[in-house]
């Protein structure tokens, strides 16, 4: 039998880093465990994208965020993600 590849690869290309940060960046600005952003980004508080297996974020996002929140305790009920 003769097999020909019908199927191509899609390579992922690497984002603009300048845009984003890493999770543990967004953890010490936010004042969040590390373990929280994807759980933001998966939850569409904040925008980012997975690479591989590492999770970048917006720096933009995290801006808004914390305008947004802004002399808001992080156990404010106002933070929570409205569905």
Do not use: C
């Not at 590849?5 to 960046?25: G, H, I, S, Y």
């Not at 925008?47 to 929140?69: H, I, M, N, P, Q």
């Amino acid at each position: 039998m003769n097999f020909s590849p019908t199927r191509t690869k899609v390579k992922d290309t690497m984002p603009d880093l300048a845009e984003f940060m890493t999770t543990q960046e967004a953890a010490e600005k936010l004042g969040f465990h590390v373990k929280t952003i994807p759980m933001m980004v998966r939850n569409k508080t904040l925008e980012g994208v997975r690479f591989g297996r590492a999770w970048l974020v917006s720096r933009k996002s995290v801006a808004e965020y914390l305008k947004k929140t802004e002399g808001m305790s992080k156990n404010d009920p106002r933070r929570k993600v409205e569905k």
